[in-house]
């Protein structure tokens, strides 16, 4: 495993994390969790993402649990807030009471004394700015987080948070976590530029497009019985690009283009999410050990002038490099 500096802190995060959306606590059994959070950890993955959110605490046990084995001092564990934890009128948002409590909740469901990095899973229009910030703040005083970060914040939002920071003296957000893939590129236009400039690093979800980037999904043929998309539950994201015959065609053609490397299409899109500089960390999931295995080999395989002009020839015409749908 390589690491990075995740932004300008301190902090040295795996190229390659290990997330928890849509899958521990939800749809993989807490025993196969496990054995997957194991093998991250065996192959030196020390970023581990997740949020209050997911399950409504669930996966926040899941992984705990997995990881009360090991050395915490070893471990990098982020956690969120931001979505409704219930129905009362404070039990959702960017609040300083609804931040206050939920990250003393998720350090209960976590079983730690701390959280490495404790994100704003959105930014909220309905609160101060200034108040977030400072509640982050406050928290970091108190030892309950080291860092912040945002995820899927507009580049105007983290440049106001870092004007704000420097006015007030607080201490600065170091990472956003936005959707970032071969097909969705929104980023690269304002949010990443922004980002840099302010020190952030970007820790990526949807580096594989929910799975577009497998290669599973073919033009013209049903989604795979085991699949993602065939479950109607968790499966509604990819109607967008299960629609998009021409999108579907050129990940088969990427697909052939990654053989040809050596490698397969899912080591590639990771590889080629991780060249930026900008990047501190992929998140992935995983229900099974082997695909942690297999997902990790992209660290090791550096992108040409040659490859990546190959890539963006096929899938110039289809990524988007506009606002996020």
Not at 32 to 53: L, P, R
Not at 101 to 127: N, T
Not at 264 to 277: E, F, S, Y
Request: hydrophobic residues 35%; glycine residues 8%; aromatic residues 8%.
């Amino acid at each position: 495993m390589k690491y990075r500096n995740l932004g300008s802190s301190g902090l040295r995060v795996s190229e390659i994390a290990l997330g928890s959306w849509l899958t521990y606590g939800k749809s993989v059994e807490d025993d196969t969790a496990q054995k997957c959070i194991q093998t991250a950890y065996e192959a030196g993955i020390n970023f581990f993402d997740t949020a209050n959110v997911y399950e409504q605490g669930e996966a926040e046990i899941v992984l705990g649990k997995a990881l009360a084995e090991y050395d915490r001092s070893s471990l990098v564990v982020a956690s969120k807030v931001y979505f409704p934890m219930g129905d009362g009128p404070n039990d959702r948002g960017l609040s300083r009471k609804h931040i206050f409590e939920q990250c003393d909740a998720s350090l209960k469901r976590l079983g730690m004394d701390y959280i490495d990095l404790y994100q704003c899973h959105r930014y909220d229009p309905h609160v101060p700015l200034e108040e977030t910030l400072w509640a982050l703040d406050d928290l970091q005083r108190q030892g309950k987080i080291l860092y912040a970060g945002v995820s899927e914040w507009p580049a105007d939002k983290i440049q106001e948070a870092h004007k704000i920071a420097k006015e007030r003296n607080f201490r600065p957000l170091v990472s956003n976590q936005p959707a970032y893939n071969m097909i969705e590129r929104f980023i690269e236009r304002d949010i990443l530029p922004v980002s840099q400039a302010n020190g952030m690093g970007q820790v990526v979800f949807s580096p594989l497009a929910q799975g577009i980037l497998t290669g599973k999904y073919k033009p013209g043929q049903e989604a795979p019985s085991d699949s993602r998309a065939s479950n109607s539950e968790i499966g509604s994201g990819l109607k967008k690009y299960l629609e998009n015959e021409r999108l579907l065609e050129a990940v088969q053609e990427l697909s052939k283009f990654a053989q040809q490397l050596d490698i397969n299409l899912t080591q590639l899109a990771l590889a080629w999410i991780l060249r930026h500089p900008g990047v501190s960390s992929a998140i992935i999931g995983a229900s099974k050990p082997e695909q942690i295995e297999d997902n990790i080999k992209a660290v090791d395989f550096e992108l040409t002038k040659e490859i990546l002009v190959g890539i963006n020839e096929l899938l110039q015409p289809i990524s988007n490099f506009g606002p996020r749908n």
